[in-house]
Nanobody, 125 residues
Framework: VQLQASGGGLVQAGGSLRLSCAAS????????IGWFRQAPGKEREFVAA????????YYADSVRGRFTISRDNAKNTVYLQLNSLRPEDTAVYYC???????????????????WGQGTLVTVSS
């Protein structure tokens, strides 16, 4: 499995970005995809996830209502729409997956065995 994250950039507070995670593999539609982020000097934290083919979505409290995760199976891509961005959203954003992930561990980075290279989001005040 290979993942490639893109779409990061510099944006002012209150602005928006759309991140993309392109994945390889014919089983993409059945894969759980998670987004995590890591700010300088901080641990990697869960942002959002979309669970398997059912498409149930899950969010960290800090982004719920501002970020939206979605998938386009025809394009083997998962998107993370970032709205109402804040300076504290500044981080490198990673997408990840694992074929064995279960719902109870969807927020744990250690549950994901395959990671993209990350894309930097910088929000200026």
């Amino acid at each position: 499995v290979q993942l490639q994250a893109s779409g990061g950039g510099l944006v002012q507070a209150g602005g928006s970005l759309r991140l993309s995670c392109a994945a390889s593999g014919r089983t993409f539609s059945r894969q759980t995809i998670g987004w995590f982020r890591q700010a300088p000097g901080k641990e990697r934290e869960f942002v959002a996830a979309i669970f398997r083919s059912g498409g149930s979505t899950y969010y960290a409290d800090s982004v719920r209502g501002r970020f939206t995760i979605s998938r386009d199976n025809a394009k083997n891509t998962v998107y993370l729409q970032l709205n109402s961005l804040r300076p504290e959203d500044t981080a490198v954003y990673y997408c990840a997956t694992d074929p064995s992930i279960i719902l109870s561990s969807i927020r744990e980075s250690r549950s994901y065995g395959y990671w993209g290279q990350g894309t930097l989001v910088t929000v200026s005040s």
